[in-house]
């Protein structure tokens, strides 16, 4: 089945520097990849996601990137702020999965003021 | 209601027990799944079920049973917990490849 792998687990910044969180996955037929994120006490909500046709997208500050052939995917978070500290999620889905997210482990992201 | 109902917010539970977490939501989305979340595991599948009527089981589905007697709601129970089981537990709908999530249970087995 699909196994998605999560780095790094924790991610430190300072305002406004730029944080990378990357995740590999194993089903080369898996063609969706959404980000969630996690704030403290609540359940995870999409933030962006990208299909297997597209190689980058973005929404503001906020971009993911898809590299097919190497099976690995990205969120680039620029100019964070303090309210961008929480735990990010990426997922894989595809055919081969009923269409069912597997997650990766979670990256927890702290912007210090 | 507006999106995903999840209840108890929080339960603490004597081993041995049985335990039911209730999972509603109004959207009308034929799918619908349970995950755990565990420090360092991330979010993993118990059940899931792709309409009401049907389920199917995901990555951890032992020691859990499911039901989906109609679109709106997918208990998930606990016949006899164990401290294993101790965790964070989201349900989730989605009615194409978005999830809309629940705020979670925090069960804790002692």
Redesign the interface.
């Known amino acids: 089945g699909e196994n998605v792998e999560?780095h790094p687990?924790t991610l430190s910044v300072q305002e406004g520097d730029s944080a990378v969180i990357k995740c590999t996955y194993s089903d080369s037929a898996s063609n969706?990849f959404?980000w969630?994120k996690q704030e403290l006490?609540?359940?995870?909500?999409?933030i962006i996601?990208i299909r297997s046709n597209v190689g980058e997208k973005k929404d503001q500050r906020i971009a993911v990137t898809l590299n097919k052939t190497a099976k690995h995917f990205s969120l680039h978070i620029t100019e964070t702020q303090p309210e961008d500290s929480a735990v990010y999620?990426c997922a894989a889905?595809g055919y081969n999965q009923?269409?069912?997210?597997?997650?990766?482990?979670?990256t927890e992201l702290s912007v210090k003021p | 209601i507006a999106g995903i109902t999840q209840a108890p917010t929080s339960q603490i539970l004597a081993a041995g027990r049985r335990m039911t977490l209730r999972c509603t939501q109004d959207m009308r989305h034929n799918a619908m799944y349970w995950y755990r979340q565990d420090l360092g595991l991330g979010l993993r599948l118990i059940h899931y079920s792709n309409t009401a009527g049907t389920t199917g089981k995901g990555e951890v589905p032992d020691g859990y049973s499911v039901s989906r007697a109609n679109t709106d709601d997918f208990p998930l129970t606990l016949a006899s917990a164990v401290p294993s089981q101790t965790s964070v537990y989201f349900c989730a709908s989605s009615g194409g490849q978005t999830y809309t999530f629940g705020s979670g249970t925090r069960l804790t087995v002692v």
């Not at chain 1, 009923?98 to 979670?106: D, R």
């Open positions: 999560q687990s969706y959404p969630y006490g609540k359940g995870p909500q999409l996601d999620f889905s009923g269409g069912k997210l597997i997650f990766g482990q979670g």
